[in-house]
Each structure stands twice: as structure tokens, then as C-alpha cells.
């Protein structure tokens, strides 16, 4: 196996605000409390509040209604995924532990490592030991140690949570008691888009590889339902790589359950790793949410995801990752309204 998660332009920095307020909660002689206000104030100076901006360049050469893009580069490694890792470390700093686990492939290594550093926290990373990715070098300079063991990256994340269980370490592995805490740090997608519309949009379109994502902007529109502020959550679109994913594949076949693919049809390249699962850690709750959204689900091929890339690069001036357009591609596939607003999620920068 080769690259995974490749984001190669991320800086891995904050700004002089969030490192003066890292000074404290990384301090060990600090009191705990302080330490999380700090590192809250880090949260709310750095990640999220990504910038959504409307393209009319798409809607014209895809003769489409009002499309929105909500870009997640804009995060401090890059991707989406520093939302659950800096939120993963506040909780074990409330929590009083000293050491946070997981098991990563990439972008998500990086994101808890540095969240770690600003914390203070020690940070062991389970990576494949078949998986090679340029964002490795990155975990070590932020301070995070490297395990190498052997087997799928789901076998990795059982081994890691076992590590963490026996070891008393923080676990920032995805599913089972973590979902809640993820579900809540991506509903803020969901925030954001309304907030910066003023109402709800129509669509949705989303990558998808363990559906946490899409599950956790299902779970924020839910929420601004349920206080009155929208009266219908917008339709749900999924999107991954072709066949190589439960959520997707489950919702094609008309399966109300997401079941495991075979993990020896699984066939990983440099455009489609970001996205590939034979199982969806938090599968479930995603298909449910494109399921009572009214949504819907594409397989996207590789040519597809680098030919949007390509199409942003020059048209937009957005240098997305491949795999970060899928839900774009899926939007754009789908018959849609002369003035419906839809809104694509692209999770990472290139």
C-alpha cells in the first residue's frame, strides 16, 4: 500500500493568540480547569469557522442552481478531521489523562498530534504497518510516537483501543463510546452552514469513509430543527469510492443495515485511500441519516475525483484533495432545481 490521506501542504501552525493559550494548557503545573479554558480558547481561535462561499463558475458549467462550497482546508492540518482530534483532546484534559491513542492513516494522526502538543498530552499513533504516507514524518515532529503493527487499519484501531484500555490511556478511536463526541464536533458544519445562509439548504453532498461526518451534519440540522430554527433538515447526499464502500454500497442496495464489504475486494490507490472502508466505524448512524433526509448515495471513480481537482485548481483556484470532491461530484450528478441552494463539503486541501 502506498499514500494515504495525502494532504501536503498543510502547515501544521496556529497563530501567536492560540500558542500564547498553549502556553498554559500544555503547562503540567497548571490546575487541570485552566488548562481546558485554555485549550478551549485555542478551539475557538483555530478550528472550524471554515469559510463557505458561493460558486457560480460550477453553476453555469454544471447548469445547476445556487451551489456552496464549505471548505474544511481551512482547518490548522488541512481537513475536517481536526475538529474531533481538538475535540478529543479537550476531553482528556478535563478528564486529567496524560496520554491520548488512536490508530490513524494520515490526516487524522496529524490533527490529534498537534492538538496533543498544544495540550501537553503524549501521544502514541498506531499506523498500519503496510500503509506509507508522507504525513508520518509530521506526527514525529509534533511530538507523537509511532507503533507499526500489523494488519488492516481496522484490525489497528482494535489493537489501539486494547493498548489504551490496559495502559489507562485516552482512546480518540472512532465508533462505539467516541461516536457521541464526534457526532457533536462535526454537527458544527451543520451550525455554520445555517448561520452563514440564514436558513437551511436544500442538499448536502458529503464524502463518506466511516460516515462520521455525514452523521454528525445530520445530527446538527436535526438540532436546529428540533429548536424551531429550520422545519426540515436538508437532503443527504454520500459519496465514495466506487464499490469500495459500506455506507454507499448498503444504501444502493436498499439495505437498512450498513454491512462489511470484503476486506480482500478492497483495493486502495493514491486518489481513493482517504475514502475506502470494508468497515464504517460509525456506518450506521450515516446510512440512517441519508435514509430519514430523504438523500441519496454515488460511487465515484478516481478519474472523476481527479478531474474535479483538476477543475477547482483552475476554475475556483482551490487546491482540493481528489477524495474531497466526491460529495461535489455526487451533487452535481443529481437533478436539482433552478433555485434550490445545495452545499458540497470539501474536507481537505491538496
Known amino acids: 500500500m502506498t499514500l494515504r490521506d495525502a494532504v501536503r501542504s498543510a502547515s501544521n501552525t496556529v497563530s501567536s493568540v492560540a500558542r500564547e493559550e498553549a502556553s498554559i494548557s500544555?503547562?503540567?503545573?497548571?490546575?487541570?480547569?485552566r488548562r481546558a479554558?485554555?485549550?478551549?480558547?485555542?478551539?475557538?481561535?483555530?478550528?472550524g469557522d471554515t469559510w463557505m462561499r458561493r460558486s457560480r463558475g460550477l453553476e453555469r458549467d454544471f447548469a445547476r442552481g445556487d451551489i456552496y462550497l464549505k471548505f474544511e482546508g481551512d482547518n490548522p492540518t488541512g481537513t475536517q478531521k481536526d475538529r474531533i482530534a481538538f475535540a478529543h483532546v479537550l476531553d482528556a484534559v478535563q478528564r486529567g489523562l496524560q496520554t491520548i491513542a488512536?490508530?490513524?492513516?494520515?490526516?487524522?494522526g496529524v490533527a490529534v498530534a498537534l492538538a496533543a502538543k498544544l495540550a501537553g498530552l503524549r501521544c502514541e499513533i498506531f499506523v498500519p504497518a503496510g500503509y506509507h504516507t508522507k504525513r508520518l514524518g509530521?506526527?514525529?515532529?509534533?511530538?507523537?510516537?509511532?507503533?507499526?503493527?500489523?494488519g488492516t487499519y481496522e484490525d489497528v484501531v482494535a489493537r489501539s483501543s486494547e493498548e489504551a484500555r490496559r495502559?489507562?490511556?485516552y482512546d480518540a478511536n472512532p465508533g462505539k463510546q467516541n461516536t457521541a463526541l464526534q457526532l457533536g464536533a462535526y454537527a458544527e458544519i451543520a451550525h455554520e452552514i445555517y448561520r452563514d445562509l440564514g436558513s437551511a439548504p436544500a442538499t448536502v453532498a458529503v464524502p463518506v469513509s466511516n460516515g462520521t461526518l455525514l452523521a454528525g451534519i445530520h445530527h446538527g440540522f436535526e438540532d436546529l430543527r428540533k429548536r424551531?430554527?429550520?422545519?426540515?433538515?436538508?437532503?443527504?447526499?454520500?459519496?465514495?469510492?466506487?464499490?469500495?464502500?459500506?455506507?454507499?454500497?448498503?444504501f444502493l442496495a436498499g439495505s437498512p443495515t450498513c454491512n462489511d464489504l470484503l476486506p480482500e475486494q478492497i483495493r486502495e490507490t493514491t486518489i481513493n485511500e482517504p475514502l475506502i472502508n470494508w468497515h464504517s466505524f460509525d456506518g450506521q448512524e450515516a446510512l440512517d441519516a441519508l435514509y430519514r433526509s430523504g438523500g441519496d448515495a454515488r460511487h465515484v471513480s478516481?478519474?472523476?475525483?481527479?478531474?474535479?481537482?483538476?477543475?477547482?485548481?483552475?476554475?475556483?483556484?482551490?487546491?482540493?484533495l481528489p477524495a474531497s470532491t466526491a460529495g461535489l461530484i455526487a451533487l452535481l450528478e443529481l437533478p436539482g432545481?433552478?433555485?434550490?441552494?445545495?452545499v458540497a463539503v470539501l474536507t481537505a486541501k491538496r
Open 26 to 33: 500544555s503547562d503540567p503545573a497548571e490546575d487541570r480547569q
Open 37 to 47: 479554558a485554555a485549550f478551549a480558547r485555542v478551539i475557538a481561535s483555530e478550528v
Open 102 to 108: 488512536y490508530a490513524t492513516c494520515g490526516n487524522y
Open 138 to 150: 509530521e506526527m514525529e515532529e509534533l511530538g507523537g510516537r509511532l507503533h507499526r503493527p500489523p
Open 167 to 169: 495502559r489507562g490511556w
Open 228 to 250: 424551531g430554527l429550520i422545519t426540515a433538515v436538508p437532503r443527504l447526499v454520500a459519496a465514495s469510492s466506487t464499490h469500495k464502500n459500506p455506507i454507499v454500497t448498503s
Open 302 to 320: 478516481d478519474e472523476k475525483m481527479r478531474k474535479m481537482s483538476a477543475y477547482l485548481s483552475s476554475k475556483e483556484a482551490l487546491q482540493v
Open 337 to 342: 432545481q433552478p433555485h434550490e441552494i445545495s
